[in-house]
Structures are given as structure tokens and as C-alpha cells.
């Protein structure tokens, strides 16, 4: 691994990973606050540092907002507590509520950071298309009871691909150092009611899926033309790059990092998407 990744701390000897699944909805977002509003780095702070008998510093792949879930979250905490992986899962587990929890956790080298070493971050955008709200998951769901066609939301996505100045897909108080990002890869499919929009890049822009969203939802439902996504990405003006989606159907998905780092492999989520 690289050495320009800061190392191990010297006081704790141990960096330890974990895999972390939540369901974002009844939390401010991922990173504690200074108002003291529930978060996801809160609850797994406390809760690790209850397992490893001392405070711990928890680093994150890819920080959520408010309303955003998460299904393959990688963090990771140096400790000099000596626990089994398996007892770190289990021991955490038990004190977080129910709408979070630590799939695995692993002994790491000392190089490995979960933010700086991710190359790569994954998201899915999941939409419930039906002119009748569900009763079921709806935290859980984008619902829009407009038609949508996948097939010209996917087309029309393609045009993002590549290198590119994503400034109309970034929220106005986003604090990125530049707007440019390297979109690896996006798919729009259909299953059923859900139409997903799955995406892939080198890093995101604040509100950027969901920015990205909202252009693809109107012209799913044929409000504008397959060519506005390349149009609105041409501006670079956020004023003009039309609605940010809403945040209940956004899930983080995953981190990819380099093949020398040994992760346990899961099962892409959200749970309910596990034939994609």
C-alpha cells in the first residue's frame, strides 16, 4: 500500500475494518454534529468504543447525508484493545439500534485507510414507479407515480460518462476543492415497479446522484427531451440542473479498492435488489 495513506497510530496498534449496513432515515446523516441530533458515526462511535473499553476515531468510505442509507459502508478505527474479529461484529452489534449493524470486521494492514485508499465509490438510486404510493418501505424508496422509461433514462445517463466538470450536478454549498470527476460507469434498469439508477466514479460531488436523478426522472417521464442530461452537464450552472431527488431512495453500495486489499466480499445492497 501506499505511504502517502497515514499509517497506523502509534498509541493504538491495531487498525481494525468494518462493513457496515444502516438504514439512514431517523438519522442526520452520517457524521456527528455539534448539536447533538442523532447520526450513523454516533451510534457505531459509542458502540465500538463500548467493545473496545476506550474512545475510538472512526474514518468512513464515503460520509451520507440526512435520509441516506447504506449497504456495504467500510470504516475503520485503530485500537490496542486484541479482540476476534468475530467478537468485534457481535460485540458491536449489541449495542447499536436496530437499523444499523456491522456485517464483518477484520484486521487490516497498517496502510489501509477507508477513505483515502477507495478508488472507486458506488451508489444505487432506487425509484418505486406506480401512481400509488406504497405502505411498505417508504423511507426506503424514491416514489414517483409518473411512467418512467428506463431504457431512455439510461441512454440519456450515458452522456455523464467520462471525465467531466459535474458543476450542475453539485449542490451550491458543496466544498469539493474541484467539480471535476470521472464517472466510471451508470446504468437505469427496470424490475418490476423499481426502476434503479446505479453508478459508479471516482468520487461524487455533494448531491450529485441525487442532482443526477432528478434530470434522469424528468426525462423518464418524457417532461424533457434524452439530450437535456448532456445539455444541463454542458452549463456547469447548478441554477439550471433542475431537481435534486429525493434522499429516501439513495443507498451507498460500496468503496473498491486495490486487489491487495483483502475485504470480505458481500453481496452488493440494498437487500431487496439481491437478483441484480
Request: glycine letters at 6%; hydrophobic letters at 40%.
Amino acid at each position: 500500500m501506499s505511504e502517502l495513506f497515514p499509517p497506523i497510530s502509534p498509541d493504538r496498534p491495531i487498525r481494525v475494518a468494518m462493513v457496515v449496513e444502516y438504514d439512514g432515515a431517523e438519522y442526520y446523516g452520517w457524521q456527528m454534529q455539534k448539536t447533538g441530533v442523532p447520526t450513523v458515526q454516533g451510534e457505531l462511535t459509542r458502540a465500538i468504543s463500548a467493545v473496545a473499553n476506550h474512545p475510538v476515531d472512526l474514518i468512513v468510505a464515503g460520509r451520507t447525508d440526512a435520509g441516506v442509507h447504506a449497504c456495504r459502508q467500510i470504516i475503520h478505527f485503530d485500537t490496542d484493545a486484541k479482540r476476534k474479529e468475530f467478537g468485534w461484529t457481535v460485540g458491536t452489534n449489541t449495542h447499536l439500534p436496530r437499523n444499523i449493524s456491522v456485517q464483518w470486521a477484520k484486521e487490516m494492514d497498517h496502510y489501509f485507510h477507508a477513505r483515502f485508499s477507495a478508488r472507486e465509490r458506488r451508489y444505487r438510486y432506487v425509484i418505486y414507479n406506480n401512481q400509488i404510493p406504497p405502505g411498505i418501505s417508504r423511507k426506503n424508496l424514491t416514489w414517483e407515480k409518473r411512467a418512467l422509461d428506463a431504457q431512455a433514462m439510461h441512454r440519456a445517463a450515458q452522456s455523464l460518462v467520462g471525465t467531466h466538470d459535474f458543476s450542475s450536478f453539485r449542490a451550491a454549498n458543496c466544498q469539493a476543492a474541484s467539480p471535476v470527476k470521472t464517472l466510471k460507469q451508470i446504468d437505469v434498469s427496470r424490475h418490476g415497479q423499481l426502476v434503479v439508477i446505479d453508478v459508479r466514479a471516482d468520487g461524487f460531488l455533494y448531491h450529485m446522484v441525487r442532482n443526477i436523478a432528478g434530470v434522469l426522472i424528468e426525462i423518464g417521464c418524457g417532461a424533457e427531451a434524452e439530450n437535456w442530461c448532456a445539455h444541463i452537464l454542458s452549463l456547469q450552472d447548478r441554477s439550471l440542473g433542475g431537481v435534486t431527488a429525493r434522499p429516501e431512495g439513495l443507498y451507498f453500495v460500496d468503496a473498491i479498492y486495490d486487489d491487495d486489499v483483502a475485504l470480505p466480499e458481500t453481496q452488493l445492497g440494498p437487500n431487496f435488489l439481491s437478483w441484480l
